[in-house]
C-alpha cells in the first residue's frame, strides 16, 4: 500500500487509478515505432514510466500480442538514446580519416 500523491487515500500499487479520487498513479509516455520492411507486421512500443524511472520496449504482431519485452532503467535509455543519435563530431573525424586511409 503507497499513498495516493493527490488525495493521501491508501491504494495498492497495482491499481493505475486512485479508487479515491481517480487521479492516474502511474504517468507513462507510449510511442509505436513501424518496423523496418523486412518485418512487415510487427511494431515497437516504448513505454517510458515516469514515476518508476524505467522504459519497457515490447514487440507487437499484427495480431495485437506482445512477442516480447524488455524494460531498461534510465541510464540504459539514455545510453540507447546516444547510440541511436547521429554520430559524435570526433567519430566522424576518426571514420573520415579512416576513409581516407583506405585510398
Ligand atoms: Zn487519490
Redesign the pocket.
Known amino acids: 500500500m503507497t499513498p ?6 491508501e ?1 495498492e500499487e497495482r491499481y493505475r487509478y ?6 492516474p ?1 502511474r504517468r507513462k509516455l507510449v510511442e509505436f515505432f513501424r518496423a523496418h520492411e523486412r518485418d512487415h507486421g510487427k511494431a515497437l512500443r516504448v513505454s517510458r514510466y515516469l514515476d518508476e524511472r524505467h522504459v519497457r520496449f515490447s514487440v507487437w504482431d499484427e495480431s495485437g500480442r506482445a512477442e516480447a519485452a524488455v524494460s531498461v532503467d534510465e541510464r540504459e535509455a539514455e545510453r540507447l538514446a546516444r547510440f541511436l543519435g547521429p554520430p559524435r563530431p570526433r567519430q566522424r573525424t576518426i571514420d573520415a580519416l579512416l576513409e581516407t586511409l583506405r585510398l
Open positions: 495516493c500523491a493527490h488525495c493521501g487515500g491504494v486512485c479508487p479515491w479520487c481517480a487521479a498513479l
